[in-house]
């Protein structure tokens, strides 16, 4: 109810990109689905403690940070 | 000028690759003029860094790169390991150690505090939030991070000790607010048995010429305020002082465990009534809500300079 | 923690110390059996943890095995301050020459343990500290360096006891100090230490206290007690409520949400941390405020942790609403516990902005936490607001409802 994320439906898919986001996040938003491609934990969702690590992991534009209480504000 | 510390201090992290001691160390290096965080100590980690500190496996590697003593070590080192880390930098030339741990047993405790006296070091803690020289230095998470710290704490002539983390930056703060900035503030902790109790500190902030009057913060259990009683009562200090305590609700309900480790209330103690009287028959001043303290230890402070001038 | 008397008797028997010969039981029948054993008079003792227990009936002197059988089964129903026995302890009757006394407890102002000994014993050692002084020894000592045979020897000869009784009383004495030590106690006393016709002394009761913090170093030897892991031993057992929110603590790891101890008003309280929380519950009852409850945040807790403690407090019967304060935080951060406390009121389906009576913390993170708070029209206060001033709003806002 408090944080949205969005993520890019290609890089979604790149394994790789979906084992960084896996990693760097300290509240396990992300995971990897049995094939590998990216899933989000949606009970996990609102821990999100707005670290960035996860922005600094993937390319710029592909993962997206929405702050619902802040008039949707995308975390820089 | 300060007590403990000042803008020259020297000091390691013990167990700084914790998550605790990560955060904490990278608040340290931002406050004030910076501190000089020299060395970091986690067994089997040396060649790390944390913040661009060298993290080393013994207190005598930071030592030895440090080309000579070390000042002090802010401990975050788990529990069942601090007494062991403690006596390794006592016995490594370390002479103030600000240690954060909580949940230490007593015994150890006691067993660190006898050996660094008898090694003429000092112990601030444990289960505290350590020391700050507002606009200078931090040694410890009191404050949190640097932005926040310089919020609530302003230099000023006001000796700050609290029994509680929290509660050093809440008095602060509304001394601040109010125009009293703080000479320093230590946070030293809220167990049964500690390294500097109130008593312990006054004479340290006696000989600080910045230091005017003092604040402190307590609690129901423990001797403390009856110690810090006797000494204001038989050494004449200059140095007024206000106390705020919480807790007073635990008269009503002795044999609970409230608040801190320390604050268990027992027959034979003082209760809250109790201490404040005996407070009050020293000439320590007892504030019934945070907000008054500011305006009754300028009240004092007033006073005192007033006789002072009249002599 | 407190031990029982037998429990403390069999800490003392471990340590080297003589003890009676006793027995422990939760059987009247059983009771007779070690009373036959014994063979001779005895003395039946309710094990209850508090004191006053001759004068409510729970000590009585049996002469036979079906004495000690009846006085056990009526010992064993007597509540003796609120409390029904854990079991009942058979000894034998001692014929005492002499009752001593000798205890250790912390001293906080010196930091070092003090072993206290009398020849007077018996009685409360505090009344003898009074009205015989000199029969009161005292002496301090290291916490680095072993205890030494002589310091026991010193102690003791301070009180004018000289001759065969000195010899017989060092060793028990230094046994006394090293269990003090060895098991992490906060108290350890015999009294009465007895001295019996033929020179030779027993421990005829025992009182321990072991440090909480410590007991994780004791598991085999409170195992070996009988002493179960989740007992507290306070003044009064852990009620529902209390023993959801160690729950609450207990499945997340990140932050504390602890020391939650039930009321029985209608302001839930969501505060810390600890010296903030002692403030703050003085505040609210100096207002004339009535609280649901008290409990102590701390650390950096997750939303799910902050959620969970105020879905209890907020569920709690007789709960209008609830007050979320705390004193300036470094590490707990302002937004992460808002976060929980609305999500805790939405999922409850109330409305955060009626259920919240105000909600003062600043610090770490405020700005994006006063986002939060305007968002769901929560009445907030920062840190111009004191602790006294957010509790009297609270206190006043709960009053106007009502």
């Known amino acids: 109810m408090f944080i949205a994320v969005e993520v890019d439906d290609a890089a979604a898919a790149d394994g790789e990109l979906a084992r960084r986001l896996t990693e760097?996040?300290?509240v396990d938003i992300f995971a990897q689905t049995s094939s590998g491609s990216l899933e989000l934990?949606?009970?996990?969702?609102?821990e999100c403690v707005l670290c960035r690590l996860c922005l600094d992991a993937s390319p710029d534009g592909v993962v997206k940070i929405i702050k619902l209480y802040d008039s949707d504000a995308v975390l820089a | 000028m300060s007590i403990l510390i000042d803008a020259d201090t020297a000091f390691i992290v013990q167990g700084i690759t914790g998550r605790e001691a990560v955060n904490l160390t990278r608040e340290c290096l931002d406050y004030g003029e910076g501190a000089k965080v020299v060395g970091g100590v986690t067994p089997g980690r040396l060649g790390r860094e944390v913040h661009g500190v060298p993290v080393f496996d013994t207190v005598a590697q930071a030592v030895e790169h440090n080309g000579g003593p070390i000042d002090g070590s802010v401990v975050t080192v788990p529990p069942a390991f601090t007494k062991d880390a403690v006596f390794e930098a006592i016995e490594n030339g370390v002479k103030l150690i600000v240690i954060v741990t909580e949940r230490i047993p007593r015994r150890d405790v006691a067993q660190m505090v006898e050996l660094a006296n008898l090694r003429s070091a000092r112990i601030i803690g444990p289960n505290c939030l350590g020391i700050i020289v507002p606009d200078v230095i931090k040694m410890g998470g009191i404050g949190g991070p640097?932005?926040?710290?310089?919020?609530?704490?302003?230099?000023g002539p006001i000796g700050v000790i609290s029994r509680s983390g929290g509660m050093t930056t809440e008095m602060s703060s509304t001394l601040s607010a109010a125009g009293l900035g703080q000479s320093t503030a230590v946070s030293i902790g809220?167990?049964?048995?500690?390294g500097s109790t109130y008593a312990e500190l006054m004479p340290l902030f006696e000989a600080d010429e910045q230091t005017e009057g003092i604040v402190i913060y307590t609690e129901p259990g423990g001797r403390m305020e009856a110690e810090l009683s006797r000494w204001v009562t038989e050494n004449d200090s200059r140095l007024p002082i206000v106390a705020f305590m919480a807790g007073r609700f635990m008269d009503e309900m002795p044999g609970m465990s409230f608040g801190h480790a320390g604050t268990i209330v027992e027959g034979k103690e003082d209760t809250a009534g109790e201490k404040i009287a005996r407070l009050a028959q020293a000439g320590i001043?007892?504030?019934?809500?945070?907000?008054?303290?500011?305006?009754?230890?300028?009240?004092?402070?007033?006073?005192?300079?007033a006789s002072g001038a009249a002599r | 923690m407190r031990f029982f008397e037998f429990e403390a008797r069999e800490v003392v028997k471990r340590a080297g110390i003589p003890v009676t010969d006793f027995g422990f039981t939760t059987d009247p029948a059983e009771a007779a059996q070690i009373a036959r054993r014994i063979g001779g008079p005895t003395v039946i003792k309710s094990q209850v943890l508090s004191g006053g227990r001759m004068k409510a009936g729970g000590v009585k002197f049996a002469d036979t095995p079906q004495e000690a059988e009846d006085y056990a089964k009526d010992i064993l129903q007597l509540e003796i301050g609120g409390h029904k026995p854990r079991g009942v302890l058979v000894d034998p009757k001692a014929e005492v020459e002499q009752e001593y006394y000798a205890g250790v407890v912390w001293d906080g102002t010196r930091k070092q343990p003090v072993m206290i000994f009398s020849p007077v014993g018996g009685i409360d050692i505090e009344q003898v500290a009074q009205e015989q002084p000199e029969k009161v020894g005292r002496r301090h000592f290291s916490n680095i360096l072993p205890f030494?045979?002589?310091?026991a020897k010193e102690v003791i000869a301070s009180t004018g006891v000289t001759g065969s009784a000195l010899n017989k009383l060092v060793p028990i004495v230094t046994r006394l100090a090293k269990l003090f030590v060895d098991n992490d106690m906060t108290l350890a006393e015999i009294n009465p230490l007895g001295q019996l016709a033929d020179g030779s002394f027993v421990a005829l009761d025992a009182h321990m206290e072991i440090e909480n913090e410590a007991r994780g170093r004791h598991k085999r030897l409170l195992a070996e007690l009988g002493v179960g892991d989740e007992e507290t031993r306070q003044a009064r057992e852990a009620t529902p409520f209390e023993i959801a929110g160690e729950e609450v603590d207990a499945q997340d790891h990140r932050g504390v949400a602890g020391n939650v101890t039930e009321f029985d008003g209608n302001l839930g309280l969501v505060i810390g941390a600890g010296g903030g929380s002692l403030t703050l519950f003085d505040a609210v009852r100096a207002h004339g405020g009535d609280p649901a409850n008290y409990c102590e945040i701390g650390g950096n807790p997750s939303v799910s942790k902050a959620c969970g403690l105020a879905k209890l407090v907020l569920q709690k019967p007789g709960v209008d609403k609830i007050a979320v304060m705390m004193s300036i935080v470094s590490n707990t951060r302002v937004d992460i516990v808002a976060r929980g406390v609305i999500k805790a009121c939405v999922e409850l389906g109330h409305d955060p902005a009626e259920k919240i009576?105000?909600?003062?913390?600043?610090g770490a993170w405020e700005e994006e936490g006063f986002k939060i708070l305007e968002k769901?029209?929560?009445?907030?206060?920062?840190r111009s607001v004191s602790l006294n001033e957010a509790a009297r709003r609270a206190v006043e806002k709960i009053g106007a409802a009502a």
């Open chain 1, 41 to 46: 934990v949606e009970q996990n969702l609102d």
């Open chain 2, 146 to 155: 640097a932005k926040n710290a310089a919020q609530a704490y302003r230099p």
């Open chain 2, 190 to 194: 809220g167990d049964a048995i500690i």
């Open chain 3, 148 to 151: 030494g045979d002589f310091e």
């Open chain 1, 24 to 26: 760097a996040c300290p």
């Open chain 3, 357 to 362: 009576a105000i909600f003062r913390i600043p």
């Open chain 2, 285 to 305: 001043a007892v504030a019934e809500r945070i907000e008054d303290i500011p305006t009754m230890i300028e009240e004092k402070i007033a006073g005192r300079a």
């Open chain 3, 376 to 382: 769901y029209g929560v009445d907030y206060a920062d």
